[in-house]
């Protein structure tokens, strides 16, 4: 799965509550940096939003989260020797891990390479499925390939819909201050709505709801395209973009339990476990309050704007000024920011009002560590430069080569309180 969101000016990564803003100012307070740097740190905001208000956000959350409960039971089963050998590749589907990374894999399209692909114009666009490994619920995946005239093939997906619907909002909300992204993956919505229906993108805000509401979905790319099918048929038809959040609120679908599932039910389901799941990741430490008042904080809050504001989106993106748009505001001041990082390696992070200051969003950089020991094998711990930092850290070679074996000493560190809770502290990694 991919560790990041594109990167160019910045970058987000998903399911563990991280940004990267290009800059090297090390007070990261919206108003206080310069516009264009405010316009990139907003831009991976909006991922971050995306990340925990959206289905296929959330789904994302809990794609990881099942991974890392069935690796450290597989530890727990398998490794008599009291050692992990790294990485660790799980060869059965016993627990749907492997069913639930390929969906997730097939789903999450293209991005275009390291730099995105700067000149990409559609010729062709083909439906088609990728065949997923045995399993009692589905045989296949439908996938959207993009073809260009510059003889590009790309798989329309996730990403290409997220990263279309942050530069549609920065270019809205900030646009004396936003920078000329490549046409793939940062205008790949409009590209493709436009090919089935002309000129759909000449109100951005029409491709905003509907790169939205796709993500309310499981598979973003074919239901984008399946909406855009519609319109070119005349089987659907939308004046204004409120009528796209509309249409997805109305509509009834099947879940994988043959039960029927609006919207909305379907993204409180899913919220309620993976809400669950990230307060299981250090589970009844009371020292951590702030940590599980957090996680409180972000469900309630996109609960809130989808069940009672389902427009919400489109009253940020219709202010044209960063520095005063109230719907960013109000986001920043109901849940705070991620752990944000500039190109100095420093670390910043914005509290929600009413919130004590350390509210624990480091331990997601943690998890992620962690995951990366168990899928890549590397070993060496990111948060070395946060603790380097950070008053009360005790950072040492360990950190940079072996951070589990720090689970011995008095004052842990978030990667070796995980390892303890997480009952490894007997075991080694080799």
Known sequence: MSRKLHKILGYYVPAFFEMHVDTDADDLTINKLKPFEMTVLFHEYIHFLQDFATYYGLNRIYVYSEYMHSVINRIYCNSSDNKICVPIKIEDNADNVLLNQQIQNFTSGDDGGEYGIKDFTISDIIEDSDPLIDNPYMTSIPNVIVSSSEGDMVIFGAIAITESMAYIMERLCSPSAFK?????????????????????SDDPLMVLALCDMAQMSSNPGACFVRVMKGIQSGQLSFNSPKEIYDHFYDQISMTMEKEQSTLLLGFQRLSNVVKQQLKNYLRNMPILDTYYEWIDRLFNFAWEWRKNDRYFLLKMARHHDLSTNGA???????????????NRGSYFKISPKGMNADIDVEYFKAFSQVEQLFSQGLKGCALYEWCCKSPQSTPSELCLSTPWKKVKEERLCPYALLWKHWNLSKYDVV
């Open 180 to 200: 000329k992204s490549p046409s793939f993956p940062y205008r790949a919505a409009e590209m493709v709505a436009d090919y089935y229906s002309p000129h759909f």
């Open 328 to 342: 960013f505001g109000f986001c920043i001041c109901n849940v705070g920011t991620p752990l944000m990082s500039n």
